[in-house]
């Protein structure tokens, strides 16, 4: 089966390619192949490992000047065998300025994090903010529908997402090393008869639109798999999230701070009667309501006449991950600093120390080339 | 469910202005160049392209991209894409 | 890494084309707001090719205030505007030809000062 998925997808990539370098072919319909691939060196007191090569094409169709699809196939080694997924693949249709429709599966605009800033050449570090991969909180790709645009009123822009997917799917027991009352957020079906609605609305206060504040929510009224006693699970999740620049002309610098915080919440209503994992009780409780925050800031003398200099950028993030202590996890805080060399817009070389509660120090390195 | 009736009233009224067309952009603004916008809009998120870096095919596909992963509007993804492509001469 | 690409010539009629607004001063308000619209993002406010943008192009974009770039005629400075050269965009037919000379008076205000101010 994996190798009827490789060959597909062999054959999609050089199709794709072929397209695409026809360029400015006339036509509406056009296709074109970008992504990135990554490579990660990991070095601590126990282990040393060059590994997690990825390779992330992302295919574009523009088929007219209204319809567009996107998709995104993962292909990723970080679990010691060859991972191929999609990771999304979405149509759009763009109604007029101020609204676009979307169908399929998704990147939520839920926060800002994943989906948009974790991209490998947006992201200062080699690996996530703790809490805000995968194991923390929120999905990074969603199926369902969806409504997006921009509305300007007078020098202030307002984005807005809004969306039903089928949305997280409550985890009631400790099957396959899963954490009780963690949510299963990317499934590719449905559990029940019931859908996740959520959004994000944003605003850039600025007219040099270098300032956004976000807040994104979604909600589910049921979580559970249909006709079980923990069907009504019901889930809040909430994010906040900021991103900022601005050139410093005394530093000769461009400064940057990113940050959000999420937080999740299983509504009360989830009373759940004992079975073969809780035996010791007949009303139990999920008790779900971990959040994540992360700060980061980074320097990169863009200004500077050293062309060294100008493509070296350092980067500082601290992050945060309170876990519910009936997971029989401790809260993790996470403190690192990069090293980043840009050898082009969207490639570039980091070098990183790690300093996380739950771990002992790293240091690694990644190379991310994006084309 | 609460929740829900929320949302549903903010994308009724997010509708709503769209339908009235009420958006206006103040003359500061409209009068942005592209080159402006194409510096502030990309560098948000990441370091900007270049003009010249893509064919001018590819830089319509990337703009739609952008415009629906970054809530960009209509009108400035294209003043922000005449001017990427004015470097293909 | 930018690769050192071929000087940048201007043809010798074009370079020897006089500037209609030469020493006008009238038309340097206008001039100013089309530099700091169009020009500042990659070549900085004060033309040093330091602009915010500028990070991400491999080819670093030109100091207005250097002496090769003040050394240059009238003619030849208008026909870069006019022509560009990859990641430079063509000022063809976004400027007029009146702005394109606006534009080449202004960047001669950005001449450095002969020492002191760096």
Request: some cysteine; proline content about 4%; hydrophobic content about 35%.
């Given at each position: 089966m994996k190798k009827i998925i490789t060959l597909v997808i062999a054959c999609m990539l050089y199709s794709a390619f072929a397209m695409a370098q026809t360029t400015d072919h006339f036509g509406l319909n056009n296709v074109a192949v970008f992504g990135d691939a990554e490579f990660t060196w990991a070095h601590n007191k126990t282990t040393d490992q060059f590994g997690d090569v990825n390779f992330k094409p992302i295919f574009l169709w523009k088929l007219s000047d209204k319809l567009f699809i996107e998709s995104e196939v993962e292909i990723e080694t970080g679990s010691g065998s060859v991972d191929i997924g999609l990771e999304y693949a979405n149509m759009c249709y763009i109604v007029n300025p101020y609204l676009t429709l979307h169908a399929g599966r998704f990147l939520p605009k839920f926060g800002a994090y994943r989906?948009?800033?974790?991209?490998?050449?947006?992201?200062?570090?080699?690996?996530?903010?703790?809490?805000?991969?995968?194991?923390?909180?929120?999905?990074?790709?969603?199926?369902?529908?969806?409504?997006?645009?921009?509305?300007?009123?007078?020098?202030?822009?307002?984005?807005?997402?809004?969306?039903v997917v089928n949305g997280?799917?409550?985890?009631?027991?400790?099957?396959?090393?899963?954490?009780?009352?963690?949510?299963?957020?990317?499934?590719?079906?449905?559990?029940?008869?019931?859908?996740?609605?959520?959004?994000?609305?944003?605003?850039?206060?600025?007219?040099?639109?270098?300032?956004?504040?976000?807040?994104?929510?979604?909600?589910?009224?049921k979580t559970g798999d249909i006709g079980t006693p923990y069907e009504n699970a019901s889930l809040l999740m909430q994010a906040i999230d900021l991103n900022y620049y601005k050139t410093i002309s005394p530093l000769k610098s461009t400064l940057r701070l990113t940050g959000e915080y999420r937080a999740q919440k299983v509504g009360s209503n989830t009373v759940y009667y004992g079975d073969a994992f809780h035996s010791d009780s007949m009303s139990f409780k999920f008790n779900n309501s971990p959040s994540a925050l992360y700060v980061s800031a980074?320097?990169?003398?863009?200004?500077?006449?050293?062309?060294?200099?100008?493509?070296?950028?350092?980067?500082?993030?601290?992050?945060?991950?309170?876990?519910?202590?009936?997971?029989?996890?401790?809260?993790?805080?996470?403190?690192?600093?990069?090293?980043?060399?840009?050898?082009?817009?969207?490639?570039?070389?980091?070098?990183?120390?790690?300093?996380?509660?739950?771990?002992?120090?790293?240091?690694?390195?990644?190379?991310?080339?994006g084309f | 469910m609460k929740q829900s009736k929320i949302i549903i009233f903010v994308f009724a009224a997010v509708m709503s202005a769209v339908?009235?067309?009420?958006?206006?952009?103040?003359?500061?603004?409209?009068?942005?160049?592209?080159?402006?916008?194409?510096?502030?809009?990309?560098?948000?998120?990441?370091?900007?392209?270049?003009?010249?870096?893509?064919?001018?095919?590819?830089?319509?596909?990337?703009?739609?991209?952008?415009q629906v992963r970054a809530n960009i509007g209509t009108d400035e993804i294209n003043k922000i894409v005449d001017f990427l492509k004015a470097a293909n001469n | 890494m930018a690769q050192k690409k071929a000087p940048w010539t201007a043809p010798p009629d074009a370079a020897a084309k006089k500037n209609p607004l030469a020493g006008n001063?009238?038309?340097?308000?206008?001039?100013?707001?089309?530099?700091?619209?169009?020009?500042?993002?990659?070549?900085?406010?004060?033309g040093k090719g330091d602009g915010a943008a500028a990070a991400g192009l491999t080819t670093k974009p030109a100091d207005h205030s250097s002496a090769a770039i003040q050394s240059q005629t009238d003619g030849t400075l208008f026909w870069m505007i006019t022509e560009g050269r990859n990641p430079m965009p063509t000022y063809k037919t976004v400027f007029t030809e009146k702005q394109r000379w606006e534009l080449v008076n202004y960047i001669r205000t950005l001449a450095a000062a002969p020492k002191t101010k760096k």
């Open positions: 989906g948009r800033l974790a991209e490998g050449f947006l992201n200062r570090f080699a690996n996530d903010p703790v809490g805000f991969g995968d194991g923390g909180i929120g999905a990074s790709v969603e199926t369902g529908v969806g409504a997006m645009g921009c509305l300007p009123f007078g020098t202030v822009k307002f984005l807005y997402d809004v969306y997280p799917q409550i985890v009631p027991d400790s099957a396959n090393g899963n954490v009780v009352g963690q949510f299963d957020y990317e499934a590719y079906t449905a559990n029940n008869n019931n859908k996740a609605i959520g959004g994000r609305l944003a605003i850039l206060p600025f007219s040099s639109n270098n300032l956004e504040i976000g807040y994104s929510m979604q909600t589910k009224s980074s320097i990169r003398p863009t200004m500077s006449d050293n062309k060294f200099l100008h493509n070296l950028e350092i980067a500082y993030r601290y992050s945060s991950f309170m876990q519910p202590a009936a997971w029989g996890a401790t809260s993790i805080t996470c403190n690192e600093v990069a090293l980043d060399y840009w050898l082009k817009w969207n490639c570039v070389m980091k070098l990183g120390y790690q300093k996380r509660s739950d771990m002992i120090q790293n240091f690694y390195a990644q190379f991310v080339y | 339908l009235f067309n009420s958006c206006y952009v103040s003359k500061s603004i409209a009068d942005k160049s592209g080159a402006q916008l194409w510096a502030e809009h990309c560098n948000r998120c990441h370091n900007a392209p270049g003009p010249g870096e893509f064919s001018n095919t590819n830089w319509d596909i990337v703009a739609m991209h952008m | 001063a009238t038309v340097m308000p206008e001039a100013k707001k089309l530099y700091e619209t169009n020009c500042s993002p990659c070549h900085g406010m004060k």
